[in-house]
C-alpha cells in the first residue's frame, strides 16, 4: 500500500475536507453531502476520519444503487433496450451485486455463462441487449477485454494485433447462444445449442474458438463454449482481465483512466504509468477480484485525496495525475444537485418515492414530475 499511497509526481498539497468530503459523496454515491455532514465532517478532529468515511460510503445503500446504475449504463440497460420490466430485474441485481461486493470474477462469469429465464436469472437480459452473436462478442470484448474490435470484422486492423480470424474466432464462443420469447410477459429463455459454426467471410473455413495469448481453444462439442471464455477470462493467464477493471475503476474516481479512453485497450494507446497500473491489477487479484478493497486502496491513496489547486510544477498536467481534475457533474448529478439548491428535487414516476436521477434503473422509464 506504500507504493500506491505515493502516487504523486510533482509536489501538491493534500485537498482541505471540504472539497474531499464533496468529492467523495459525489464518486462514490452519486450525491453531494448535506452542509451539516460537511461541517461535522470538517470539525471532526480524528486522524483516521477520511479512511471510516470511506468504508462508511462504501458500505452504504447510496453506494449500491449509483455504482449499479454505472454498470447499468455499461450493459445498456434501458427500456428501449430490453424493456421495462427487464429494467428493474436487471437493475435489482446489479445493485444487490455492489451491495453484496460480488467478486468480480463471479459477476462477469454469471453475466457471460448465464441460462435459464430471465425472469430467474435476471443477468440473462445481458443477451437481449446484446442480441446476436456479433453483437455479444463485441460487447463482452469491450467490457471485459478493454478491445474495441469492431473493425477487425471486415480487414485486418493496419496497426493493431488484431485480425479477422481473431473476430471470428471470439466469436465462436457466442455462436450457438440461442434466446427464445416464452410468451409470458417480458420471459426470456437463454440457452445454448450442441451446435454451430462461425465461417470466415473471406475464407469460407470454419473458425474454431480463439483467445487472446490462449490461441486456438478445442472445446468438447457437448460443452458450452460461454464456460470456456469464462475459465480463459477469468483465469491467472488472462492479462487483460484485472488491468481492465483496475483501470475503469480509476477512470471512474479520478476523471481519467490509466489507458484512455478507460475500454480502449491497445498497442497504440499505451498506459501513461504502466507500473502503477500493474501495481493495481496485481492488488485486485489477490483480493480475490474485490472491487470494494480496489476502490478503498484508490480513494485513500494520495492521488485521490490531492488538492485540485494547481502549483507551478503541475499546472499544465493533464494525464499523469499530479493534482485532482475537477469536472463536470453527470447530467444525473447536475439534476440531484439542483433538487437540493432549490428545494425541489425531481419526483419520478414509476419508482419509489425519494429515488434520485443517480439511482434511477434505466435512464428512459417515465417522464417525471415536479
Request: glycine share 6%; hydrophobic share 35%; net charge positive.
Amino acid at each position: 500500500y506504500r507504493k500506491l499511497r505515493q502516487l504523486q509526481f510533482t509536489p501538491a498539497r493534500k485537498s482541505g475536507d471540504r472539497e474531499f468530503i464533496r468529492r467523495l459523496y459525489l464518486d462514490v454515491c452519486g450525491l453531494l453531502p448535506e452542509p451539516a455532514v460537511v461541517e461535522e465532517f470538517v470539525e471532526n478532529v480524528a486522524a483516521d476520519k477520511r479512511a471510516r468515511l470511506i468504508d462508511h460510503l462504501l458500505e452504504s445503500e447510496e453506494h449500491a444503487a449509483f455504482w449499479g446504475q454505472k454498470w447499468g449504463d455499461l450493459l445498456r440497460v434501458s427500456k428501449k433496450q430490453i424493456g421495462q420490466g427487464p429494467v428493474f430485474k436487471l437493475n435489482r441485481w446489479l445493485v444487490n451485486a455492489v451491495a453484496t461486493n460480488m467478486p468480480y470474477d463471479q459477476f462477469a462469469r454469471e453475466i457471460l455463462t448465464v441460462r435459464g429465464s430471465s425472469q430467474l436469472h435476471p443477468a440473462a437480459n445481458y443477451y437481449r441487449a446484446a442480441s446476436n452473436t456479433f453483437d455479444a462478442m463485441e460487447t463482452s470484448a469491450q467490457l471485459f477485454l478493454g478491445s474495441r474490435i469492431q473493425c477487425a470484422k471486415c480487414h485486418n486492423h493496419p496497426f493493431e494485433r488484431w485480425t479477422q480470424d481473431n473476430y471470428y474466432g471470439l466469436a465462436s464462443f457466442f455462436n450457438r447462444v440461442e434466446r427464445k420469447k416464452t410468451g409470458k410477459g417480458d420471459e426470456l429463455i437463454v440457452y445454448s445449442k450442441k451446435d454451430g459454426e462461425v465461417t470466415h467471410p473471406a475464407t469460407g473455413k470454419t473458425m474454431s474458438p480463439w483467445a487472446p495469448k490462449a490461441g486456438v481453444m478445442n472445446v468438447a462439442g457437448e460443452l458450452d463454449r460461454r464456460d470456456a471464455f469464462a475459465d480463459w477470462l477469468t483465469g491467472e493467464n488472462n492479462p487483460f482481465f484485472a488491468r481492465v477493471e483496475a483501470n475503469r475503476l480509476w477512470s471512474h474516481l479520478l476523471g481519467r483512466g490509466i489507458v484512455e479512453p478507460f475500454d480502449d485497450f491497445r498497442d497504440t494507446n499505451p498506459p501513461t504509468n504502466p507500473p502503477l497500473l500493474d501495481a493495481l491489477a496485481e492488488d485486485f487479484r489477490k483480493s480475490g477480484y474485490d472491487r470494494r478493497h480496489l476502490l478503498r486502496v484508490i480513494l485513500q491513496s494520495n492521488t485521490y485525496q490531492v488538492s485540485s489547486e494547481a502549483t507551478e510544477l503541475n499546472r499544465g498536467d493533464r494525464v499523469y495525475f499530479s493534482r485532482y481534475q475537477p469536472r463536470m457533474l453527470t447530467a444525473e448529478q447536475l439534476v440531484d444537485a439542483l433538487g437540493v439548491v432549490t428545494g425541489k428535487p425531481m419526483n419520478f414516476v414509476g419508482v419509489p418515492a425519494g429515488t434520485k436521477a443517480t439511482q434511477l434503473p434505466a435512464p428512459d422509464l417515465k417522464p417525471h414530475n415536479r
